[in-house]
């Protein structure tokens, strides 16, 4: 089980992550751009809508682009999970993807923030080009030799998307900064985001992912086992001493719930120091005073 997002610049990297996570968790990644590029190839009446935006560099509205996720996560390899990329892109999708989660009882389980440099962005995004056969992505700086494509057999034909064009670059980073990165802050207070270097090798970026991963997993179970544990070490003294009953009782009590509440216990003393501690004692330990009192008093009427 496996409920991320991916947050980060327009040529972060989350595109490339998505995928190889996908295949090594089987969860699906669900990119917005690729269901918005999807539905423009289709020309779908969705599609039609998004193209201009899309191609200006723009967000596509709220609703196209949630009408798009929600479909996508409603299907069935979506139930175990999913890889949210470009998605949420602002405050309000944030706030619509989370009434969403709820409602299908999907919670996220992290944020993971891809780090990355405006120059190195820059370079990734004016140089990428990607396979219109097999979708794969390549950078112009790093063709390989074999451009084998498994599905075309004369080979990969690339092409450029046309937001990659330098004139939009700069458009889509400036909407990154005014409208989707506020959701770091959002994401952080929620203690769901993790900061990844999103720079070097493509394998060791993905292990840094892998990495922050568990930890919150194995750090979850682990604070669930602690507090098990000390509810019942708790509860096993106090029936003990509620058995036992009387003035001993009292004391372990109080201690117990000093210990709880995280207040200095009671030091083992008098009986008096007791009752001022607590309101239960005060009540009990007044009783003998109160027949003293009564006894003097009976005393003097004598
Ligand atoms: P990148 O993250 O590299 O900009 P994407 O493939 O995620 O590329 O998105 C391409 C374009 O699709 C965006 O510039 C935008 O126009 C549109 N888009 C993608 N996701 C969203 C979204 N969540 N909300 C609005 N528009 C989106």
């Known amino acids: 089980m496996m409920r991320i997002v991916l947050l980060g610049a327009p040529g972060s990297g989350k595109g490339t992550q998505a995928q190889r996570l996908q295949a090594k968790f089987n969860v699906p990644q669900v990119s917005s751009g690729d269901l918005l590029r999807d539905a423009v190839s289709r020309k779908t009446s969705l599609g039609l809508k998004a193209k ?60 993971l923030l891809m780090d990355v440099r405006t120059k190195t962005l820059v370079q990734r995004l004016a140089g990428r080009r990607i396979c219109k056969h097999c979708g794969k992505v390549f950078s112009v700086a790093a063709l390989p030799k074999d451009m084998t494509c498994p599905k075309n057999s004369k080979g990969h034909e690339l092409y450029q998307r046309a937001d990659d064009k330098e004139e939009v670059i700069a458009k889509r980073l400036d909407v990154y900064q005014s409208q989707t990165k506020p959701l770091i802050d959002h994401y952080n207070k929620l203690g769901l ?109 004598k």
Do not use: H, W, Y
Not at 225 to 231: G, I, P, R, V
């Open 193 to 301: 985001l993790k900061v990844i270097k999103g720079e070097g090798d493509l394998e060791a970026i993905t292990a840094r992912m892998e990495a922050a991963l568990k930890p919150a997993k194995q750090k979850r179970k682990t604070n669930a086992k602690t507090a098990k544990k000390k509810t019942k070490s708790v509860r096993k003294v106090t029936v003990k001493k509620v058995v036992k009953g009387t003035r001993i009782k009292k004391k372990t009590i109080i201690k117990l719930k000093s210990v709880a509440l995280k207040k200095p216990a009671v030091k083992k003393s008098s009986r008096k120091t007791l009752a001022k501690s607590g309101k239960a004692l005060v009540k009990k330990s007044s009783k003998p005073k109160a027949k003293n009192v009564s006894r003097k008093t009976s005393v003097r009427k």
């Open 52 to 111: 201009a935006a899309m191609e200006a560099g723009q967000l596509v509205s709220d609703a196209i682009v949630l009408g798009l996720i929600r479909e996508r996560l409603s299907r069935v390899d979506a139930q175990n999970g999913f890889i949210l990329d470009g998605f949420p892109r602002n405050s309000d999708q944030a706030a619509t993807l989370s009434k969403l989660l709820i409602e299908i009882g999907q919670p996220l389980e992290a944020v």
